[in-house]
């Protein structure tokens, strides 16, 4: 099984220096950095399972980091490290998707603590899923592709990844829009069409070559949601 990947975004070299030695103590694998611009590139372009985000950054404001690490990866854990006193800080970074925060100075048992506590309940992405098999190809999610027997291909995004596994790791079972706009993407479902989430499907549907009026991959339940044909991949 792979280990976990963290990203680490601190500017104090103790302190990352520390926490990076405690993950790896406990089994994860770590990535770092130092700067704000340098974090936010690899947080966007860079694989990784969760990111430990400090607020205060030279080369970049972390409230603006988590702003667009959520806005491109929707699903991807984030907890936040702060020195701030401010409420204020903590309550603004949860109000833009911060999966939980602790406060500095912290100890490394607290912080792994809530670390596996997160990654716990974080959206179901079964990471065993690699490839789902299509009538007329496959669609490789570890190369985030579809590729057909005639040779033609098309780039899959990440929410289109998240979603085929989130489908395949719930076989046989028809999942509504709105578990998949809390548990897929973590949006809360009050404040989003449903039409959104059709949408997309719309779009996969596209990609697959899944013909909408007589769908082999992704079938519409009626009155439920949608699930994926065939149970899954390897």
């Given at each position: ?29 770590a ?12 947080a ?26 959520r ?39 607290e ?46 995004s ?30 809360d ?24 009026e ?21």
């Amino acid at each position: 099984m792979n280990r976990k990947i963290v990203l680490v975004i601190e500017d104090d070299p103790a302190v990352r220096q520390g926490i990076l030695d405690a993950l790896r103590f406990a089994g994860y694998a770590a990535s770092e950095a130092a700067r704000g611009d340098e974090g936010l590139e690899k947080a966007l372009h860079s694989a990784c399972d969760l990111i430990l985000l400090d607020l205060v950054l030279p080369g970049g404001d972390g409230l603006e980091i988590l702003r667009q690490v959520r806005s491109a990866h929707p699903t991807l854990p984030v907890i936040i490290l702060t020195a701030r006193g401010d409420e204020s800080d903590r309550v603004k970074g949860l109000q833009l998707g911060a999966d939980d925060y602790v406060v500095k100075p912290f100890s490394i048992r607290e912080l792994l603590a809530r670390l596996e506590a997160v990654l716990r309940r974080s959206p179901e992405r079964p990471s065993d899923v690699e490839k789902i098999p299509l009538p007329d190809g496959v669609a490789d999610l570890a190369r985030c592709e579809v590729r057909f027997r005639d040779g033609g291909r098309c780039d899959l995004s990440e929410r289109e990844i998240h979603l085929l596994r989130y489908l395949a790791g719930n076989a046989g079972r028809a999942i509504s829009r709105d578990e998949i706009l809390s548990r897929v993407w973590r949006l809360d479902p009050r404040g989003v069409t449903t039409r959104t989430i059709d949408m997309h499907v719309a779009r996969l549907r596209e990609k697959l070559r899944d013909d909408p009026e007589r769908p082999r991959v992704l079938l519409t339940v009626r009155g439920k949601g949608y699930m994926l044909a065939g149970g899954g991949g390897s």
